[in-house]
């Protein structure tokens, strides 16, 4: 490939969530991994239902070090991970001090290897006593969740200056919780679905607000870790999806129409309440396009362990559809499942040549985070899809870069393709 360069400062890393990869937690994903009606699902289906349980996951919550160890010798200055609410908020209103000191120090772990932490306040699970008050669909949800953000905003704000509040909630978790119910799902339906989605945004907008609050006691300017200072910046992130075009014109219709509830749900109403917006892409979706004309049906490729299909290119357009609401754009997860590792460095080349293309036509791209530096634990999907820059062999733990992983370290130190 020719150089094309990325702008200077451009941040290069990885993303990973609390409960794919800790080990060890008690949330309302771990109760219905074990339910005896997840467990029948899946005999019937042919599964054996303890690839599906997350048990210790990668024990990142005790190697953590290993595997900054890890980013950092893959030249990563940036990491995303996220903060377990169960292990915080155990018990309504009771907040663990000792789980709070954990992030602290996974936080400094990250600063002293020169790596800008990007903190997830909620990636998919919610606590026990949450869920059972009827999570996302209790009126009392939002302050439920800002009260806890807020404990973990004071208690982080010195060390982290990019928070995300939810993870791809619009989309994603409300989909697989509500209208399909293949995730932990108490009261299926489409009405149930818009609920989760209003009562979601109006959390985001109060935890945003209430963050903005714990930083008005920090001096502006001040240099929040050693010497460096960083401009504060709350965003939120969602999956989008390619939506291609068709020739028909109600089905170009249609494209719009869907674009605008899965791609743009939250980020066209509330521009006042995000400073960025965080994209996860990973493929194409034809659904809306209900035709057979469709302009790039001769490409299909697919992402096998998954059934996804990569469309590289889509990027570029989902970058620039995102750039009408002016905001800055971190690509907070792009990655391939590809236990071979035959795939990844073309995947990861192709779309960051797409990245680049979006920015050398105007959209503010601030960095772009690879999902997922390990292997991990793959929601419903179980252990099986590995979209890690490194292996985890899950009996020993043992971790193993992956060719492609040298590959992407390259670009993250000369910041070019
Ligand atoms: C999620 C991750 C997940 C990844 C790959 C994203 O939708 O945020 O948690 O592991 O996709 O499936």
Known sequence: MANYRFPDGFKWGSATSAHQVEGGNHNDWTEWEKSPARIAQLKKEGKDPSGFISGKACDSYNRYEEDFDIAKKLNQNIHRFSIEWSRIEPEEGRFDFEAIKHYQCLVKALRDRGIEPMVTLWHF????????????????????????????????????GLWITFNEAFTVYAGHTKLNATWPSRGKGIFNFLKMRKNIAKAHILAYQSIKDSYKNVPSGQALHNGMSHNVMIGITENNVYVPDTKVFWTTW??????????????????????????????????????????????????????????????????????????????????????????????????????????????????????????NFEWAEGFRPRFGLVEVDYATLERKIRPSAYEYGKICLTNQL
């Open 125 to 160: 699970t919610n606590p026990v006593w949450f869920a059972d008050k009827g999570g996302w669909l209790n009126s009392k949800a939002p302050g439920y969740f800002t009260r806890y953000a807020k404990y973990v905003v004071d208690n982080l704000k010195s060390e982290v």
């Open 254 to 375: 249609a494209r719009r129409k869907y674009k605008n509830f899965r791609n743009f749900y939250f980020f066209k109403d509330n521009a006042p309440y995000y400073d960025f917006i965080g994209l996860n892409y990973y493929h194409m979706s034809r659904k809306p396009a209900f035709s057979k004309k469709n302009e790039i049906v001769s490409k299909q490729e697919f992402m096998k362990e998954v059934n996804w299909e990569i469309y590289p290119e889509g990027m570029y357009h989902v970058l620039k559809d995102l750039s009408k609401f002016k905001k800055p754009i971190y690509i907070t997860e792009n990655g391939i499942a590809d236990e071979s590792d035959q795939l990844r460095e073309k995947f990861i080349k192709d779309h960051l040549y797409w990245v680049w293309r979006a920015i050398q036509d105007g959209v503010d791209v601030r960095g772009y985070l690879y999902w997922s530096l390990l292997d």
